[in-house]
């Protein structure tokens, strides 16, 4: 097969497959059955199918810019050709070899490929943007050693292929000149016109000279201005005073912390997190009829034989373990009773940190509670500060608005009077465009009074025309036929019978079906009967077992809060860590409740009489 046919195979496979219907060994597998290709041309074509899938990416780096900058007179429908190009050239060209790739393209339309593959094979191109792209997608080793070498290896040997299509391209487009018969002059015997007169000019209308527009018109307002070299001022002051206070800040302040402290704080706010539930949704209550109401809990047949067969598994191993026990085998109590003091060693440490976490976190709720208090008395004093400031730019900001709407208003004044004239101009022309207006409504109506007859006419006969069908459909027509149900068709066929002989053959026919599926039932009912049985006797079972089981969880949960609630009181009294946490944290707290009653708002003498006189005329 030649390179041609290759190229076409290469293209059409990839064009016919859809990966939302077939997978891509699916398809392959059928293309290459329906075209009955050649061992070694099948195993081309589906080596380059398979790897411009896997490879696609990177052919879409190189083919969409083109079409986006360079692909003017290129048709989108050859796309598909470029991405087989494209990974012929950087994954195949060392086993292809210069002459089987050289063929390859001079097979395809030399404009196109030439445009291509200059824009392709460019070394400044593919070691600038190129290469970028390509790093987005793979790694940077991949892209260097499996793309770009090979491609560089191979560059003087495509330039020089992009250069002989340069030439093939540039001499098609130098058309042949064609000597030309020269046109002879021969002059047209025609009659001078007279020489035209020269018009009169039309006398040009002498305007008014406009006034210009003010500068001040493009100019920002002088309040803008000042607001911003204000802010500009105010935030160099803060920026100021921001340095003056970190300068001479206290020296026992420390506010970086090491890395082990930012550990330990990033796992004790995780183990925090983890308990609060604050997004989680929240279920109704069930109503206390069905609370205090024990409802069974219905189990299918699957169920109830999975959780029978796991029962008596569970007897084996306690008749197995106690067979042993029999015969001499080892006891684990001593194992289980150390295992339960290590238990309860760790419960005890557990408690006591959680206690001295949640203290810790008390008290830093406290600290922060007290810096907002801070916080919030500076910023009451700075908006003070603003609210004077504000006010004084407004009165200045009015006062020169009042000043330029009485200049606004003098020119409007002074405009008004030379539109007066213009006025009367615009009136004029309106009337006459309302005549002209007028005089095409009366002809549109005069049109459509005609195409409304002629209408009219055509269907008045349309009408007539239906009545005439419908009476020659409407005529009676004799259909009946006489029918004998017990004579035969009379087609000569084997097993010929009548209508009636086949209506009685069925009725014994469904006799039949009916006392088959009578036997299939019982069947099928003593089959359930016996299965109900075995699945009752196998939940008696399961019942008493379950009975056990939650009696002997309730008794070890039982155990266990008692246990937790000794331990924990316990701890509380003989831990001096724990005891002295408390105490800070009591000492933070009245210290907060202190600061907040000196910050609630006392009404001071002006207030209470402005309040007193508002309730006076209320009541008046």
């Known amino acids: ?60 780096v190189v083919t969409e810019p083109f079409y ?34 050289r063929k390859f393209i001079r097979t395809q339309d030399f404009n196109i490929m030439y445009k291509f593959l200059n824009f392709f094979i460019n070394e400044s191109s593919l070691k600038s943007w190129i290469k970028d792209e390509w790093s ?59 020489p035209r007169s020269v018009p009169l000019p039309y006398p040009i209308p002498k305007l008014q000279k406009h006034k210009p527009v003010p500068k001040t018109l493009y100019e920002k307002p002088k309040e803008v201005n000042r607001l911003q070299a204000q802010r500009i001022e105010n935030r160099q002051a803060a920026e100021g005073r921001l340095m003056e206070s970190s300068k001479y800040q206290f020296a026992c302040a420390n506010f970086n912390k090491s890395e082990k402290t930012e550990r330990k704080l990033q796992q004790i706010r995780l183990e925090e997190d983890q308990k609060l539930q ?45 067979e042993s026990l029999e015969s001499g085998a080892h006891d684990s109590s001593k194992f289980m009773k150390w295992q339960e003091e290590m238990r309860q060693k760790d419960l005890e440490a557990e408690l006591a940190m ?72 615009k009136k004029k022309l309106v009337q006459y465009k309302a005549k002209i207006v007028q005089e095409v409504n009366e002809e549109s109506k005069e049109l459509m009074r005609r195409a409304l007859e002629e209408a009219e006419e055509e269907m008045k006969r349309k009408v007539e025309l239906i009545h005439q069908i419908r009476a020659m459909e409407a005529a009676p027509i004799s259909r009946n036929k006489m029918v004998d149900f017990t004579e035969t068709a009379g087609y000569r066929f084997l097993n010929e019978m009548s209508i009636a002989e086949l209506r009685e053959r069925l009725s014994l026919l469904k006799e039949k079906q009916a006392e088959e599926e009578e036997t299939k039932r019982t069947e ?26 939650t009696r002997a969880k309730a008794e070890q949960r039982a155990n266990l809060r008692v246990k937790k609630e000794s331990t924990k009181e316990k701890l509380l009294n003989s831990d001096d860590k724990l005891l002295s946490l408390q105490e800070k944290l009591e000492m933070k707290k009245a210290e907060r409740l202190e600061a907040q009653q000196k910050m609630k708002v006392k009404p001071s003498a002006t207030s209470l009489r402005q309040t007193s006189s508002m309730m006076r005329e209320k009541t008046h």
């Open 524 to 549: 099928i009912l003593q089959n359930k009967q016996s299965k109900d049985r075995m699945l009752m006797d196998t939940l008696t079972v399961i019942s008493k077992y379950r009975a056990e089981d």
């Open 354 to 425: 959680v206690e001295r976490r949640r203290l810790e976190g008390k008290m830093s709720h406290e600290d922060a509670i007290l810096a907002r208090q801070k916080l919030i008395n500076d910023n009451q004093k700075k908006v003070e500060e603003m609210k004077i400031e504000t006010e004084e730019l407004m009165a200045r900001y009015l006062q020169d608005r009042l000043e330029e709407e009485q200049l606004m208003r003098s020119l409007v004044e002074m405009v008004l009077g030379g539109r007066e004239n213009a006025k009367e101009a």
């Open 278 to 322: 604050f997004d989680s949704y929240k279920a109704k209550p069930l109503p206390k009829e069905v609370m205090q109401t024990d409802v069974p809990i219905k189990l299918n047949a699957a169920t109830i034989m999975r959780e029978g067969k796991l029962f008596k598994e569970r007897e084996k191993e306690v008749i197995k373990k106690l």
């Open 1 to 60: 097969m030649n390179h041609e046919e290759l190229i076409y195979y290469c293209v059409d496979i990839v064009n016919t497959y859809r990966d939302s219907f077939l997978s891509p060994e699916d398809h392959l597998k059928d293309y290459l059955s329906s075209k009955n290709l050649k061992d070694n041309d099948a195993v081309f074509v589906s080596e380059v199918f398979s790897g411009l899938l896997r490879y696609m990416n990177i052919s879409l």
């Open 136 to 194: 987005k997608l793979y790694d940077v080793a991949f892209v260097q050693t499996a793309l770009l070498s090979p491609l560089l290896r191979w560059l003087p040997e495509l330039t020089e292929l992009v250069q002989q299509l340069k030439q093939k391209v540039d001499a098609k487009q130098t058309p042949v000149k064609k000597q030309l018969p020269l046109t002879k002059v021969k002059e047209f015997s025609l009659t001078k016109p007279r």
């Open 68 to 101: 986006n900058t360079h692909g003017r007179g290129v048709p989108l429908s050859d796309q598909t050709l470029l991405k087989v190009i494209t990974y012929l050239a950087l994954f195949r060209l060392d086993e292809l070899g210069m002459p089987h790739f």
